[in-house]
């Protein structure tokens, strides 16, 4: 890395003279110290090598460059650039080095470097090293992280915070916090206990969930209640809950739960309902209905997992509902006008979290 460093200084230097020197500054030790002769009073490189950067990786790197600078301005005279060179440097830490003033060397040939007689800016394609993968955001345990964030996009909070909402680990809620921090959805401020972070890209998170829960198995049993009038499913099947005395979670999902937190069709004449695995038939008993394979009007989706956090009770039905990120996320089936209704939800959520929309399916 260091050689080609160089070789990239000296290109962009016009074949100035680049030489290495000893890396010992007083009580620190650098990847490399370059100076580039030939343009007056030497300048001097202070090089650290990492191998693949994000904004978390390159503020680390940062506070030893700060701390070594210090011993350099007692020991040595001329000027001094910190510079550091890494395989891959996402967006977000090139950034955050040019805002800071750093100069930055990419295996692909890209180099950012200012002094204050020129500005060296020379871009080029970067890719990704194969061997950095991102990990499963959306295990059964990591999805309860993922659906807590959502629910608090742009908000601030501690590790602990999250792990108490979602009803998880606080290992579990730092994996997750970690990797969206690589990824560059997630900001965060303060270090140790003062540690916090925030979701910044809601949207891009809500897509990748999308994306995992339509390929994911699940249950589903069909049921038929008698009612004369069908706009009214789901206040019979609220009334039928409260009669049973249902003693196990459960939510109405869907369609006819999600035109009632954001109202768009004219009618929706069938409903769905999850519910623990293997809690289907006792459900259906308990309200008295009918399996019904064709003709039926009610479905019972048994899912482990986050598909009952965050349920909201709804003060004119009586009945829980998911949380809408849920329903959202099973309006994307398809069927019928459900896509419709899923980007018309999509919309409220976006305006909840009072940032520009982001790209809807």
Not at 34 to 60: F, K, M, Q, W
Not at 164 to 170: A, H, P, R
Not at 333 to 346: C, I, P, Q, S, T
Request: charged content about 25%.
């Amino acid at each position: 890395m260091l050689d080609l460093l160089r070789q990239s200084l000296t290109e962009a230097f016009g074949g100035a003279q680049v030489e290495a020197r000893s890396t010992i500054i007083t009580s620190g030790r650098l990847n490399g110290l370059l100076e580039i002769h030939g343009y007056g009073e030497p300048i001097s490189v202070a090089v650290e090598v990492i191998r693949t950067a994000y904004p978390r990786d390159v503020h680390r790197v940062i506070w030893h460059l700060d701390e070594l600078e210090l011993c350099w301005g007692k020991a040595k005279s001329g000027h001094l650039i910190k510079l550091i060179a890494a395989e891959h440097l996402s967006p977000g830490a090139k950034s955050t080095l040019k805002d800071k003033g750093y100069a930055f060397f990419e295996r692909s040939g890209s180099l950012f470097l200012r002094t204050k007689k020129m500005l060296i800016n020379i871009e080029r394609p970067s890719k990704l090293p194969s061997r950095v993968r991102s990990i499963d955001l959306f295990t059964e345990a990591r999805e309860g992280a993922v659906h807590g964030l959502l629910k608090n996009a742009f908000q601030w909070m501690a590790g602990a915070d999250l792990a108490e909402q979602s009803q998880t680990s606080t290992y579990t809620c730092s994996v997750v916090l970690q990797e969206l921090e690589r990824r560059e959805w997630c900001e965060t401020q303060g270090a140790g206990r003062t540690k916090r972070r925030r979701l910044v890209q809601p949207g891009k998170l809500l897509d990748d969930w999308a994306e995992h829960w339509q390929q994911r198995g699940m249950s589903r049993s069909r049921w038929y209640v008698f009612i004369e009038n069908p706009h009214l499913l789901i206040d019979r099947l609220a009334c039928l809950v409260k009669e049973s005395d249902v003693d196990f979670p459960w939510a109405f999902t869907g369609a006819a739960a999600a035109n009632i937190y954001a109202p768009l069709l004219t009618s929706v004449d069938s409903a769905e309902i999850i519910v623990p695995p293997g809690y289907a038939v006792i459900l259906g008993m308990a309200l008295k209905m009918k399996p019904a394979p064709k003709g039926s009007n009610v479905t019972i989706v048994e899912r482990g997992g986050t598909s009952l956090q965050f349920r909201e009770l709804h003060t004119l039905y009586s009945a829980s509902f998911a949380s809408p990120y849920i329903q959202y996320l099973d309006l994307l089936d398809g069927r019928g006008r459900n896509k419709e209704l899923a980007v018309h939800l999509r919309e409220q959520l976006e305006q909840k979290w009072g940032r520009p929309k982001t790209s809807s399916r």
